[in-house]
């Protein structure tokens, strides 16, 4: 069975993950744990430990249970001290305490949901990220990071920390290292900039594929085409590029368009073919997106059968 690593975290890699555990694919999800807003930015600081937000929204978009158990996971308390906070991470929360660490107390949640992929935090340890301008200023936490990215030259965490060896070997023993959809800056990169997962990734022999976005981020990738995100993601590779980008080439109903534009300050991420092309990255474009309520998502079943069809090429 061929081994997809998917490197992300939010709803991004939440929404592949959901598609691709369809497939007859053995799938190691590896998430960023330094978010610090919401929910999972207050357990966060009163626990100290590692955020659990993206963690729990991974498992349960792998998750094979029944929609009773899905929503009370979901559910998320609306007033009292518990206010915002939804039943996942409470369980994550007290699992740590129970357990020691993140990476089993995910363990344990993988086989109360049935899961049969893997899911793994990327690191212990409480950390934050931090985005450094040239003049040395300095942007502490996702939150902070993501609405500064224009003025932002390096990003980095706030200290040293350790990998869990699995998620070396796991990035080491991928058929395909997948870069989920989500934000770049701090769902994606938060990754990358690890010393230890980047030497991996340089000396795996498995192809790099990005999912692309499918609208911009305000403040984070405004103005962004295909390429453009590309060559960020191949900046911070180091040795390696994206050999693979999956995007959209469909329309998009112009009503819809506008509204994320007036609304949202939202714009379509453009396919710009012949930018992809001088960057030596293979183009798999088709129409991979869908449209719930209003807004606009990847079709998850569409496009994690374009991994899987990719990873099957010259079977």
Same mark, same amino acid.
Do not use: W
């Given at each position: 069975?061929?081994?997809?690593?998917?490197?992300?975290?939010?709803?991004?890699?939440?929404? $592949?993950?959901?598609?691709?555990? %369809?497939?007859?694919?053995?799938?190691?999800?590896?998430?960023?744990?330094?978010?610090?807003?919401?929910?999972?930015?207050?357990?966060?600081?009163?626990?100290?430990?590692?955020?659990?937000?993206?963690?729990?929204?991974?498992?349960?978009?792998?998750?094979?249970?029944? /929609?009773?158990?899905?929503?009370?996971?979901?559910?998320?308390?609306?007033?009292?001290?518990?206010?915002? !906070?939804?039943?996942?991470?409470?369980?994550?929360?007290?699992?740590?305490?129970? =357990?020691?660490?993140?990476? @089993?107390?995910?363990?344990?949640?993988?086989?109360?949901? #049935?899961?049969?992929?893997?899911?793994?935090?990327?690191?212990?340890?409480?950390?934050?990220?931090?985005?450094?301008?040239?003049?040395?200023?300095?942007?502490?936490?996702?939150?902070?990071?993501?609405?500064?990215?224009?003025?932002?030259? =390096?990003?980095?965490?706030?200290?040293?920390?350790?990998?869990?060896?699995?998620?070396?070997? %796991?990035?080491?023993?991928?058929?395909?290292?997948?870069?989920?959809?989500?934000?770049?800056?701090?769902?994606?990169?938060? !990754?990358?900039? *690890? @010393?230890?997962?980047?030497?991996?990734?340089?000396?795996?022999?498995?192809?790099?594929?990005? *999912?692309?976005?499918?609208?911009? %981020?305000?403040?984070?990738?405004?103005?962004?085409?295909?390429?453009?995100?590309?060559?960020?993601? /191949?900046?911070?590779?180091? #040795?390696?590029?994206?050999?693979?980008?999956?995007?959209?080439?469909?329309?998009?109903? %112009?009503?819809?368009?506008?509204?994320?534009?007036?609304?949202? /300050?939202?714009?379509?991420?453009?396919?710009?073919?012949?930018?992809?092309?001088? $960057? #030596?990255?293979?183009?798999?474009?088709?129409?991979?997106?869908s449209v719930s309520d209003g807004k606009i998502r990847h079709n998850a079943l569409k496009t994690a059968y374009?991994?899987?069809?990719?990873?099957?090429?010259?079977?």
């Amino acid at each position: 069975m061929k081994k997809i690593v998917i490197l992300g975290g939010g709803t991004g890699i939440s929404c $592949l993950l959901s598609g691709l555990k %369809q497939f007859p694919i053995d799938v190691t999800a590896i998430v960023a744990v330094s978010d610090n807003g919401s929910s999972t930015g207050q357990l966060k600081k009163e626990f100290d430990i590692p955020a659990v937000g993206d963690v729990g929204k991974v498992l349960l978009s792998m998750a094979n249970v029944d /929609n009773d158990f899905l929503d009370l996971l979901s559910y998320r308390f609306t007033k009292a001290s518990l206010e915002n !906070h939804p039943i996942r991470n409470i369980l994550l929360t007290a699992l740590i305490d129970i =357990k020691g660490n993140l990476t @089993d107390a995910t363990k344990y949640m993988c086989e109360l949901l #049935n899961i049969k992929g893997t899911v793994l935090p990327l690191t212990e340890d409480k950390v934050e990220l931090i985005g450094e301008s040239t003049l040395g200023k300095e942007y502490l936490g996702e939150e902070e990071v993501s609405l500064n990215v224009k003025n932002i030259s =390096k990003l980095k965490y706030d200290k040293d920390f350790s990998i869990n060896k699995e998620v070396i070997d %796991q990035i080491k023993d991928a058929d395909l290292i997948l870069l989920s959809s989500g934000s770049l800056y701090t769902s994606i990169l938060p !990754h990358l900039i *690890v @010393d230890d997962i980047r030497n991996a990734i340089n000396k795996s022999d498995a192809p790099i594929m990005y *999912v692309s976005n499918l609208v911009t %981020q305000p403040g984070e990738t405004d103005g962004y085409s295909v390429s453009d995100h590309i060559k960020i993601l /191949n900046k911070y590779l180091g #040795n390696r590029n994206v050999e693979i980008v999956i995007a959209n080439n469909a329309e998009i109903d %112009q009503s819809i368009v506008k509204k994320y534009s007036e609304l949202e /300050n939202k714009e379509l991420v453009k396919l710009d073919k012949d930018n992809i092309t001088n $960057l #030596n990255t293979r183009l798999i474009a088709d129409k991979i997106f869908s449209v719930s309520d209003g807004k606009i998502r990847h079709n998850a079943l569409k496009t994690a059968y374009l991994i899987f069809s990719f990873l099957m090429e010259g079977e």
